[in-house]
């Protein structure tokens, strides 16, 4: 999970300065809109350890497959 954060860090560095938050920045001065901003981006992005599938993409085929299971038959 370190390696994981140290990434997604470094990804928002190259991808937008203005986007990044450094190190203590207090989020209570961001506002919420600023951040789903963020999560959106984040989420909806592909990553190579999920087969260039956004989380976001992952999690509707998991939801699915269980939704399948439970209401088969």
Known sequence: MKFYNAYINQYLKLFNKA???PKG???SQVSH???AELEHILNTRGRKSLGYRSPRDC???CVNGILRKTFKG
């Open 19 to 21: 986007r990044f938050y």
């Open 25 to 27: 920045t207090d989020f």
């Open 59 to 61: 999690k509707i085929i």
């Open 33 to 35: 809109r600023k951040i």
